[in-house]
């Protein structure tokens, strides 16, 4: 009897990697259970004060070898981070959980498309007729059981897909972040994203304090908050840096690109939303427009990769697949 095969390190990263996925298609919804209009602002804080000493703490000795030019780096895309964090916040709590995770999603047609104009290079038909599809999938998602004006929430959704692009590309054009450690460029940003939130919590009018929101919690507003503070980042952050040692990047962006699905799927199954029959067709079409894209673009960048060396070690992931750290 043959021995049995043993299993590939590719896909023994593959759990993990998808478990990231879940968890983060589940933070609409957990961040929408915990935030109200008024809270937003110290949520985002409290969120990451917990957060933000467990990555400074175990990546000290890499952040105090990086150099003046990458801190400043860092701290310029924690300044983006911020507005997608705000946008994406805002938006959750003045749309469905099943509408966030799914416009956001667009963020993938995005950046290839925003990625071709800096670069000159001209995108397939096919992938223009993904992002086609998925535009219209947007476009009917919204609409629920009627057309009618999009939500605000539904457009602040919008805006953190078009922030996503926006920090993609400014991660990939900056000379000064090039070579950083992943850890120490993520502890950064996040750290220049909470300074912000600080700095805007405090203006009069702009909502509760975090020590107001945090008074306020129930045992059920906590454990959100852990939820999101411990698994939608710390888990998340840490699991693609082991994941991409044993896997390819484009395995782990590919199945972190199926977190619309468990968005959708979370949405409706226990926050009990129902985007009626126009809705869900939207919905479907995001789904395959998104990752018809997807196959599309990676496929592209294969090409002019075929040539390089097959043994070169892969590209560390610093960021989610929108290049956000965490949700």
């Not at 946008?87 to 959750?92: A, F, Q």
């Not at 009627?146 to 939500?151: H, L, N």
């Not at 129902?274 to 997807?294: E, N, S």
């Amino acid at each position: 009897m043959p021995a049995a095969t043993p299993a590939r390190p590719g896909r023994l990263a593959d759990l993990p990697v998808l478990l990231v996925a879940v968890v983060w298609g589940s933070s609409y919804l957990a961040a929408k259970g915990i935030t109200t209009a008024d809270t937003v602002l110290a949520v985002l804080v409290l969120r990451f004060a917990v957060a933000l000493p467990v990555l400074a703490v175990v990546g000290w000795r890499r952040l105090r070898a990086l150099s003046g030019a990458q801190v400043r780096g860092a701290g310029l895309l924690g300044l983006i981070l911020a507005g997608i964090f705000l946008l994406e916040t805002y938006g959750v709590v003045h749309t469905s959980a099943t509408n966030a995770g799914l416009i956001i999603s667009l963020t993938m047609v995005f950046t290839p498309l925003a990625e071709s104009r800096v670069r000159g290079v001209r995108l397939p038909g096919s992938f223009l007729a993904a992002a086609g599809v998925s535009v219209l999938g947007v476009a009917l998602l919204t609409q629920g059981a009627g057309f009618t004006a999009p939500s605000g929430g539904d457009l602040l959704m919008l805006g953190a897909a078009v922030a996503r692009t926006v920090h993609v590309l400014a991660m990939a054009q900056m000379e000064s972040v090039r070579g950083a450690d992943a850890l120490s460029l993520t502890t950064l940003q996040l750290g220049g994203a909470v300074a912000v939130f600080a700095v805007l919590v405090a203006v009069p009018g702009t909502g509760a304090s975090p020590w107001a929101a945090a008074g306020a919690f129930d045992a059920g507003d906590w454990l959100g908050l852990a939820y999101l503070a411990v698994f939608c980042t710390l888990f998340a952050f840490f699991v693609q840096m082991w994941a991409v040692r044993r896997t390819s990047p484009s395995r782990v962006s590919l199945l972190l690109g199926t977190e619309p699905v468990w968005a959708a799927a979370v949405g409706i199954a226990l926050a009990g939303d129902r985007p009626g029959p126009l809705g869900f067709l939207g919905a479907v079409l995001v789904l395959v427009g998104t990752g018809w894209g997807r196959t599309v673009a990676d496929r592209g960048r294969a090409v002019p990769e075929a040539g390089a060396q097959t043994t070169r070690t892969p590209r560390r992931h610093t960021c989610d697949t929108s290049g956000t750290p965490g949700r």
